[in-house]
């Protein structure tokens, strides 16, 4: 049951067809794992708190440094040279202090992927690195939990959101590291944003049981053009991690 | 006959454009139209689609018509296509 507070604070969303109360309710008891918390994970974990998540679990380790400023929007000036995960809980508390919020000053990696996954209902994949990307992907097939996978480059993204066994996952798609693949890249915070909320959707739906679904589906967003292109796409019969 | 091209990330950098419409002589497989393009654009669009023995590298995804297409069938493609080339990115 939702509270008085509830409807008070989600009382513009309450009114989307087939989100509802019944919604509103899935997303409080819902915990979503968010890795990391730059350009695209800050923006998704921001949607996913004004949204009413129950919990979030936020990863990234180290702390914040100026170049992280045109795209991590839950950090924060004073922040500068503290641990960016610090700056994104202040952030969201004093947004929405009835989230639940906990926080890892660590990158996802093989000792806490399978804690970490764990406890959480959906999860969000936004890392910089393959390595840490296709390790996600790979305990969330194994542990059978929703991801969505949120990926930019200069005024481009893609958001590709995988149901283990039932459609491709990350690696069906992408079978290893692309080896032209540039740590640092362009990028405008605007566009990680957009990308970010074309994600955050994507887990609504999937976890409030409402709108139309793109299982199946990668998204590709082009903000240059101003268009969104679906595709379909296939799962790999010979994958390594979900065939 | 005339293809769509779509290009995301890095091979739309190195197209210069994330879309544009080709003109071919005749009708081809997917794969001689991927080699015709990367001829047009060069190495350092060519590196992203095809390795050094002209097959696809294994990064990436094309969809004919809106549907990822599996390479190793090689399909035809007809006049009038779209073609979108799809590279894997990452987060920041
Ligand atoms: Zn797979």
Redesign the pocket.
Known sequence: MLTEEDRALYDWQLDVPGFGEDGQERLRNTTALVSRIGGLGGPVAFALAAAGIGKLILVHAGNLRKDDLNRQILMRWEGLGKPRVQSAAETLSAFNPRIEIEVHDENFKEENAADLVKGADLIFSCAPLFEERFLM?REC?RQDKPMIDCAMYNLDGHVLPIL?GQT??????F?ESPPHWKRRFPVIGAVSALVANVGVMEGLKLTAGFGTSNLGKMMLIDADRSSINKIDVK??AD????? | MKITFRYTSQLSTAAGTSEETLEFPEETSLIGLLGQVCMKHGPEFSKFVLNQEGSPVRTLVVALDGAQVDLAKDPCVESGSEVYLITPMSGG
């Open positions: 992907n097939v283990p491709p996952c990350l690696a069906c798609m079978p799962r790999r994958c390594q991690v979900c065939a």
